[in-house]
T-cell receptor
Protein backbone atom coordinates (compact mmCIF):
# COMPACT_ATOMS: atom_id res chain seq x y z
CA UNK A 1 0.00 0.00 0.00
CA UNK A 2 1.28 3.46 -0.90
CA UNK A 3 2.22 5.45 2.19
CA UNK A 4 3.82 8.76 3.18
CA UNK A 5 5.27 9.53 6.62
CA UNK A 6 6.50 12.97 7.60
CA UNK A 7 8.78 13.74 10.52
CA UNK A 8 8.98 15.41 12.87
CA UNK A 9 5.32 16.23 13.51
CA UNK A 10 6.32 19.61 14.91
CA UNK A 11 9.55 21.60 14.93
CA UNK A 12 10.52 24.80 16.71
CA UNK A 13 13.57 26.70 15.45
CA UNK A 14 15.24 29.92 16.39
CA UNK A 15 15.51 32.44 13.58
CA UNK A 16 18.62 31.56 11.57
CA UNK A 17 18.79 27.97 12.85
CA UNK A 18 18.86 25.71 9.76
CA UNK A 19 17.17 22.31 9.80
CA UNK A 20 15.55 19.64 7.61
CA UNK A 21 12.10 18.10 7.36
CA UNK A 22 11.75 14.48 6.28
CA UNK A 23 9.23 12.76 4.01
CA UNK A 24 9.56 8.97 3.79
CA UNK A 25 7.48 7.22 1.19
CA UNK A 26 6.49 3.77 0.00
CA UNK A 27 4.99 3.70 -3.47
CA UNK A 28 4.86 1.25 -6.34
CA UNK A 29 7.00 3.29 -8.72
CA UNK A 30 7.37 6.99 -7.97
CA UNK A 31 5.77 9.23 -10.53
CA UNK A 32 6.27 12.46 -8.61
CA UNK A 33 6.86 13.86 -5.12
CA UNK A 34 5.32 17.20 -4.21
CA UNK A 35 5.99 19.70 -1.42
CA UNK A 36 3.47 22.28 -0.27
CA UNK A 37 3.35 24.98 2.39
CA UNK A 38 0.07 25.53 4.24
CA UNK A 39 -0.73 28.48 6.49
CA UNK A 40 -3.53 28.11 9.08
CA UNK A 41 -6.98 28.32 7.52
CA UNK A 42 -5.62 28.51 3.97
CA UNK A 43 -5.12 26.19 1.04
CA UNK A 44 -1.74 24.54 0.39
CA UNK A 45 0.71 26.60 -1.65
CA UNK A 46 2.80 24.66 -4.16
CA UNK A 47 6.55 24.65 -3.56
CA UNK A 48 8.30 21.87 -5.53
CA UNK A 49 7.82 18.80 -7.69
CA UNK A 50 10.59 16.17 -7.79
CA UNK A 51 10.55 13.29 -10.25
CA UNK A 52 13.69 11.19 -9.85
CA UNK A 53 16.27 10.25 -7.23
CA UNK A 54 19.10 12.73 -7.08
CA UNK A 55 16.95 15.65 -8.19
CA UNK A 56 17.17 18.88 -6.19
CA UNK A 57 15.18 22.12 -6.38
CA UNK A 58 15.63 25.42 -4.58
CA UNK A 59 13.52 28.44 -3.82
CA UNK A 60 14.80 31.20 -1.57
CA UNK A 61 15.65 29.55 1.79
CA UNK A 62 14.15 26.18 0.83
CA UNK A 63 15.83 23.26 -0.90
CA UNK A 64 14.14 19.95 -1.66
CA UNK A 65 16.05 16.75 -2.35
CA UNK A 66 14.92 13.26 -3.33
CA UNK A 67 16.24 9.72 -2.86
CA UNK A 68 14.57 6.41 -3.68
CA UNK A 69 12.99 6.22 -0.23
CA UNK A 70 12.68 9.77 1.10
CA UNK A 71 12.74 13.47 0.44
CA UNK A 72 14.15 16.25 2.57
CA UNK A 73 13.08 19.86 2.73
CA UNK A 74 16.08 21.83 3.95
CA UNK A 75 15.43 25.25 5.44
CA UNK A 76 18.46 27.50 5.58
CA UNK A 77 18.54 30.43 8.02
CA UNK A 78 14.77 30.42 8.52
CA UNK A 79 12.76 33.53 9.33
CA UNK A 80 9.53 33.80 11.35
CA UNK A 81 7.56 34.11 8.10
CA UNK A 82 8.63 30.56 7.22
CA UNK A 83 6.38 29.30 10.04
CA UNK A 84 3.73 27.05 8.49
CA UNK A 85 2.79 23.41 8.02
CA UNK A 86 4.77 21.72 5.27
CA UNK A 87 3.01 18.93 3.41
CA UNK A 88 4.52 16.17 1.29
CA UNK A 89 2.60 14.09 -1.25
CA UNK A 90 3.50 11.35 -3.72
CA UNK A 91 1.92 9.93 -6.82
CA UNK A 92 2.78 6.44 -8.02
CA UNK A 93 2.37 4.57 -11.27
CA UNK A 94 -0.49 2.49 -9.87
CA UNK A 95 -2.95 3.67 -12.51
CA UNK A 96 -4.96 5.98 -10.29
CA UNK A 97 -4.71 9.72 -10.34
CA UNK A 98 -4.50 10.50 -6.68
CA UNK A 99 -1.86 11.95 -4.46
CA UNK A 100 -1.04 10.27 -1.15
CA UNK A 101 -0.49 13.00 1.43
CA UNK A 102 1.48 12.92 4.65
CA UNK A 103 0.10 14.56 7.78
CA UNK A 104 2.60 17.40 7.62
CA UNK A 105 5.30 19.01 9.76
CA UNK A 106 4.27 22.10 11.74
CA UNK A 107 7.20 24.51 11.73
CA UNK A 108 7.47 27.41 14.12
CA UNK A 109 10.36 29.85 13.73
CA UNK A 110 10.96 32.08 16.72
CA UNK A 111 12.35 35.60 16.37
CA UNK B 1 -4.60 36.87 -12.31
CA UNK B 2 -4.98 33.11 -12.82
CA UNK B 3 -6.04 30.97 -9.93
CA UNK B 4 -8.63 28.89 -8.15
CA UNK B 5 -11.49 30.40 -6.19
CA UNK B 6 -13.69 28.64 -3.67
CA UNK B 7 -16.84 29.95 -2.08
CA UNK B 8 -18.07 30.46 0.46
CA UNK B 9 -15.17 30.67 2.90
CA UNK B 10 -17.42 29.38 5.70
CA UNK B 11 -20.58 27.31 5.31
CA UNK B 12 -23.03 26.16 7.92
CA UNK B 13 -25.16 23.08 7.38
CA UNK B 14 -28.30 22.13 9.24
CA UNK B 15 -29.13 18.48 9.81
CA UNK B 16 -30.76 16.88 6.77
CA UNK B 17 -29.68 19.67 4.47
CA UNK B 18 -27.68 19.39 1.26
CA UNK B 19 -25.11 22.12 0.69
CA UNK B 20 -22.99 22.95 -2.36
CA UNK B 21 -19.41 24.20 -2.35
CA UNK B 22 -18.24 26.17 -5.34
CA UNK B 23 -14.88 25.77 -7.10
CA UNK B 24 -13.87 27.80 -10.16
CA UNK B 25 -10.51 27.96 -11.95
CA UNK B 26 -9.23 30.20 -14.75
CA UNK B 27 -5.95 28.33 -15.29
CA UNK B 28 -7.30 26.43 -18.32
CA UNK B 29 -6.61 23.18 -16.46
CA UNK B 30 -8.29 19.96 -17.56
CA UNK B 31 -8.20 18.08 -14.25
CA UNK B 32 -9.90 19.11 -11.01
CA UNK B 33 -10.05 17.52 -7.57
CA UNK B 34 -11.86 17.76 -4.24
CA UNK B 35 -10.14 16.92 -0.97
CA UNK B 36 -11.23 16.85 2.63
CA UNK B 37 -8.80 17.89 5.40
CA UNK B 38 -9.33 16.86 9.03
CA UNK B 39 -7.01 17.65 11.95
CA UNK B 40 -4.18 15.13 12.28
CA UNK B 41 -4.95 13.45 8.96
CA UNK B 42 -3.54 13.84 5.50
CA UNK B 43 -5.71 15.27 2.75
CA UNK B 44 -8.15 12.67 1.47
CA UNK B 45 -9.51 12.59 -2.08
CA UNK B 46 -13.29 12.81 -2.45
CA UNK B 47 -13.77 13.07 -6.25
CA UNK B 48 -11.68 13.94 -9.25
CA UNK B 49 -12.38 14.86 -12.86
CA UNK B 50 -9.90 14.54 -15.71
CA UNK B 51 -12.14 16.14 -18.31
CA UNK B 52 -15.50 17.85 -18.73
CA UNK B 53 -18.53 15.59 -18.23
CA UNK B 54 -16.43 12.88 -16.60
CA UNK B 55 -15.54 12.28 -12.94
CA UNK B 56 -14.46 9.42 -10.68
CA UNK B 57 -14.86 8.60 -7.01
CA UNK B 58 -11.90 9.01 -4.71
CA UNK B 59 -11.31 7.29 -1.38
CA UNK B 60 -14.17 8.88 0.57
CA UNK B 61 -16.94 9.65 -1.96
CA UNK B 62 -19.86 8.38 0.14
CA UNK B 63 -22.25 11.20 1.00
CA UNK B 64 -20.84 13.54 -1.65
CA UNK B 65 -21.71 14.29 -5.28
CA UNK B 66 -20.10 16.39 -8.01
CA UNK B 67 -20.71 17.62 -11.54
CA UNK B 68 -18.37 18.85 -14.28
CA UNK B 69 -20.44 20.60 -16.90
CA UNK B 70 -17.83 23.28 -17.64
CA UNK B 71 -14.05 23.11 -17.74
CA UNK B 72 -13.78 25.97 -15.24
CA UNK B 73 -16.19 24.67 -12.62
CA UNK B 74 -16.34 21.61 -10.34
CA UNK B 75 -18.96 22.06 -7.60
CA UNK B 76 -19.18 19.64 -4.68
CA UNK B 77 -22.48 18.83 -2.96
CA UNK B 78 -22.37 17.52 0.59
CA UNK B 79 -25.56 15.53 1.01
CA UNK B 80 -27.48 14.63 4.14
CA UNK B 81 -26.05 11.12 3.79
CA UNK B 82 -22.64 12.45 4.89
CA UNK B 83 -22.88 11.97 8.64
CA UNK B 84 -19.70 13.75 9.65
CA UNK B 85 -19.31 16.67 7.23
CA UNK B 86 -17.44 19.08 9.50
CA UNK B 87 -14.05 19.60 7.81
CA UNK B 88 -11.97 21.91 5.65
CA UNK B 89 -12.69 21.28 1.97
CA UNK B 90 -10.05 21.97 -0.65
CA UNK B 91 -10.42 22.14 -4.40
CA UNK B 92 -7.40 21.68 -6.65
CA UNK B 93 -6.63 21.60 -10.35
CA UNK B 94 -3.82 20.39 -12.59
CA UNK B 95 -3.00 20.93 -16.25
CA UNK B 96 -3.71 17.27 -16.90
CA UNK B 97 -3.15 13.82 -15.45
CA UNK B 98 -0.17 12.83 -17.57
CA UNK B 99 3.40 12.87 -16.35
CA UNK B 100 4.81 16.39 -15.93
CA UNK B 101 1.30 17.88 -16.09
CA UNK B 102 0.03 16.62 -12.78
CA UNK B 103 1.21 19.19 -10.24
CA UNK B 104 -1.91 20.20 -8.35
CA UNK B 105 -2.67 23.79 -7.35
CA UNK B 106 -5.07 24.43 -4.52
CA UNK B 107 -7.79 26.95 -3.79
CA UNK B 108 -8.20 28.79 -0.48
CA UNK B 109 -10.65 26.25 0.98
CA UNK B 110 -14.14 26.20 2.45
CA UNK B 111 -14.73 25.37 6.10
CA UNK B 112 -17.99 23.49 6.61
CA UNK B 113 -19.57 23.47 10.04
CA UNK B 114 -22.67 21.65 11.23
CA UNK B 115 -25.27 23.57 13.25
Amino acid sequence: EDQVTQSPEALRLQEGESSSLNCSYTVSGLRGLFWYRQDPGKGPEFLFTLYSAGEEKEKERLKATLTKKESFLHITAPKPEDSATYLCAVRGFSGTYKYIFGTGTRLKVLA
Amino acid sequence: DGGITQSPKYLFRKEGQNVTLSCEQNLNHDAMYWYRQDPGQGLRLIYYSQIVNDFQKGDIAEGYSVSREKKESFPLTVTSAQKNPTAFYLCASSKGSREYQETQYFGPGTRLLVL
